[in-house]
């Protein structure tokens, strides 16, 4: 076996269905290994990625069972990306310690553990990175479902931000839902004791409407100001809107010093997407911009204050 070898560079796992994205916001790579970009030279922001591999190396084996004990030796979790010799890969993953896919129920906290990822250039040469942007496998969360409860699917994302913020609303917080219908986000927050003002040109589903603490408010979210709706604890958008109407209703918000907590989708439209507005979003300080696992063709903004994690949930 090879002793490991540092790639001077990180590794970008594209968001699913988005590497034309991740090609556009990334110099050109050295390497293209499926939807894996190796690019030299320091860690850069992308947003476009499902997980970055941040201090990647190669080496090589002779044998699956030699493969795995380089990889234990370094950490305990580890993840294939198959791209290619998936079976090998396969092999790999099943010599490595249990790393649990299972579904999981929300809420939790952020696992502290590192997950890493690996994938296979060839039959004896490993690519890997103990280190990565993302705490799941490959960058992939996945939650239990209600399937009962909620009137759309968009709740999941909703709860992957807050997990990824690593806070949630608590009993009795305030919160707006922009572009609330039909009501997968207020459902959560609502659920979380949180009282909720539920604005949308449509009207809320009624079994969410219903909900103790909601209130739905029949308008177009941006032409109500920071001042007609006072001071909330968390502003939660999910408006269909381009990005630059989305970003000038925040920074109202913003410069009048009304709102604690933001988790707010940056929805793209067509086939582009706007980086200058995405760029703006993330230059807000304590911003997190990030293509999380339930978006599509969108981003979400995630800003929330430290002191506002105050959650007690278990971490792993
Ligand atoms: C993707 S849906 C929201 C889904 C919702 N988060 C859920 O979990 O069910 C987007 C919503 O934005 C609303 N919308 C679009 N423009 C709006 C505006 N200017 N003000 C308020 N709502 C708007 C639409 O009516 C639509 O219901």
Same mark, same amino acid.
């Given at each position: 076996m090879s002793a490991p070898e540092r790639i001077d560079g990180a590794c970008y796992h594209a968001a699913y269905g988005f590497l034309h994205h991740l090609?556009? #916001?990334? %110099?050109?790579?050295?390497?293209?290994?499926? #939807?894996?970009?190796?690019?030299?030279?320091?860690?850069? &922001?992308?947003?476009?990625?499902?997980?970055?591999?941040? #201090?990647?190396?190669?080496? @090589?084996?002779?044998?699956?069972?030699?493969?795995? !004990?380089?990889? !234990? @030796?370094?950490? &305990?979790?580890?993840?294939?990306?198959?791209?290619?010799?998936?079976? &090998?890969?396969?092999?790999?993953?099943?010599? =490595?310690?249990?790393?649990?896919? !299972?579904?999981?129920?929300?809420?939790?906290? &952020? %696992?502290?553990?590192?997950?890493?990822?690996?994938? =296979? =250039?060839? @039959?004896?040469?490993?690519?890997a990175s103990a280190v990565c942007s993302s705490p799941w496998p490959n960058g992939q969360i996945d939650f239990v479902e209600d399937k009962e409860g909620p009137p759309s699917r968009a709740y999941r994302k909703l709860w992957e931000a807050l997990v990824m913020a690593g806070v949630w609303p608590k009993p009795g917080d305030r919160c707006i839902d922009a572009g609330a219908t039909p009501g997968g986000w207020t459902w959560v927050l609502a659920g979380l004791g949180a009282s909720v003002t539920a604005i949308d040109r449509a009207p809320l589903d009624p079994a969410v409407a219903a909900m103790p603490g909601v209130t739905y408010l029949k308008h177009n979210a941006f032409t109500l100001k920071p001042e007609d709706l006072g001071p909330v604890d968390w502003l939660c958008s999910d408006v269909i809107c381009y990005p630059e109407a989305l970003y000038e209703w925040v920074r109202l918000w913003l410069d009048a010093s009304l709102a604690k907590n933001f988790i707010c989708t940056i929805k793209m439209q067509g086939k582009d997407w706007d980086k200058a507005t995405t760029e703006a979003f993330a230059a807000i300080p304590g911003s997190q911009v990030l293509h999380l696992w339930h978006n599509k063709h969108e981003l979400t903004w995630i800003c929330c204050q430290p002191e506002a994690r105050n959650n007690s949930s278990r971490s792993e």
């Open positions: 090609q556009a #916001e990334l %110099p050109s790579a050295y390497r293209v290994d499926g #939807e894996l970009l190796t690019v030299m030279g320091p860690a850069r &922001r992308a947003f476009w990625t499902r997980n970055t591999w941040l #201090e990647p190396f190669t080496f @090589e084996f002779d044998s699956i069972s030699q493969a795995a !004990k380089r990889l !234990k @030796e370094l950490q &305990r979790n580890w993840a294939a990306y198959p791209f290619r010799l998936a079976r &090998r890969c396969a092999h790999i993953q099943s010599s =490595l310690p249990h790393v649990p896919i !299972k579904p999981r129920a929300f809420p939790f906290a &952020r %696992p502290s553990a590192p997950m890493g990822a690996f994938a =296979l =250039l060839d @039959e004896h040469t490993m690519l």
